[in-house]
């Protein structure tokens, strides 16, 4: 079967992220797993693509979302996890603003309960307003909330920083949004 790259790159996503056991894949407690595996899944699933596309992929991909392991055998997600796993990212104090991007359906429960991480691990925030719009065009007109990271984490909360320049932690109250 041909298929897109992009669709290739969701199926990865949903395979490392969520459903290795759709692809008979084993993640370790970081998340990887070997890039054989993978090809075998992608085999057995009938997706034409080979060790060199799936390179192409991982480095092409928009967002950076998937890692290889320095040797080249093992794959990963970068972030975006609802299987559990433990990513190992840095803990890192945040600069005093980061942003949210979302949409206006949301923002009754985002008043009441601040931001929760929904399926995934951690909530995810933007470092600037420009990539948080488009984290938030991807579900309709975007609106960026304004996150007051720095009173946060001086009140104790911890932020994670991915290689990719995402920023995690664990709940927002609402307390720290502003405006909304
Ligand atoms: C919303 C993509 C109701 C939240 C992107 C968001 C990003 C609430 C949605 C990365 C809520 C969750 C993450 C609450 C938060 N009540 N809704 N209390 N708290 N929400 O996809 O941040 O393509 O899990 O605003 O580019 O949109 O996956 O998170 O709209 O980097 O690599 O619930 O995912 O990257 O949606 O996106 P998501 P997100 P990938």
């Not at 790259?5 to 070997?34: E, I, Y």
């Not at 960026?144 to 932690?169: E, K, P, Q, Y």
Request: aromatic fraction near 6%; proline fraction near 5%; glycine fraction near 8%.
């Amino acid at each position: 079967m041909m298929t897109d790259d992009k669709t290739l790159s969701k199926t990865m996503s949903l395979w490392l992220r969520h459903r290795p056991d759709a692809a008979g894949l084993a993640l370790d407690d970081a998340g990887w797993t070997d890039v054989d595996a993978v090809l075998a899944g992608l085999a057995r699933k009938q997706i034409a693509c080979g060790r060199e596309r799936l390179l192409s992929i991982v480095e092409n991909s928009d967002k950076q979302r998937f890692e290889l392991s320095a040797d080249g055998t093992r794959i990963r997600a970068r972030q975006g996890h609802s299987v559990d796993v433990e990513l190992g990212w840095p803990q890192v104090a945040p600069p005093e603003f980061l942003y949210h991007g979302t949409v206006e359906r949301f923002l009754p429960a985002i008043r009441t309960e601040g931001l929760r991480p929904m399926q995934r691990h951690h909530v995810h925030l933007s470092p600037d307003q420009e990539t948080a719009t488009i984290v938030g065009s991807r579900r309709g007109e975007a609106v960026i909330l304004t996150i007051r990271a720095g009173t946060m984490a001086a009140a104790g909360h911890i932020f994670f920083l991915t290689d990719n320049g995402v920023w995690l932690t664990d709940h927002v109250p609402p307390d720290y949004l502003i405006g909304i």
